[in-house]
């Protein structure tokens, strides 16, 4: 018998489902993981993978992944999960208006703007 590669949504729920329990491989609070037996798990849907618009997601995962995965398990409906990008591509956090690279760029370039600004003004003082 192979095992079966585990996805991305069954890794995500071992790493941060509450009530995952890694030892006996089951749910805390009943005989087994709904979501491992295929099934839609309420607590799962509000406060582990949340809505498509939660607020706490957590960096690192790719939450359209595990909504199509979710929603391939266990019939759920599909939901689309925006993803906020930089100007880039590059996925952002949340709160994040620019990647680290470009954020960086952007402060570059507002302090070289901010010093032509800077000379101009002086130029102009020296005319008057
Ligand atoms: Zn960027």
Redesign the pocket.
Known sequence: MTRKKETKLIGFLKDNCANYDRHYQSCLFADSCKVLDGQRCGYFEKCVLGPPDYKYKLPGYDYAKLFAQYADLTGAKKQKVKVRR???G?PLRFRQR??E??SKQRAKQANRERQRKHRLSNSVNVTL
Request: net charge negative; proline share 0%; charged share 10%.
């Open positions: 930089c100007e880039c590059t620019y990647c690279s470009c």
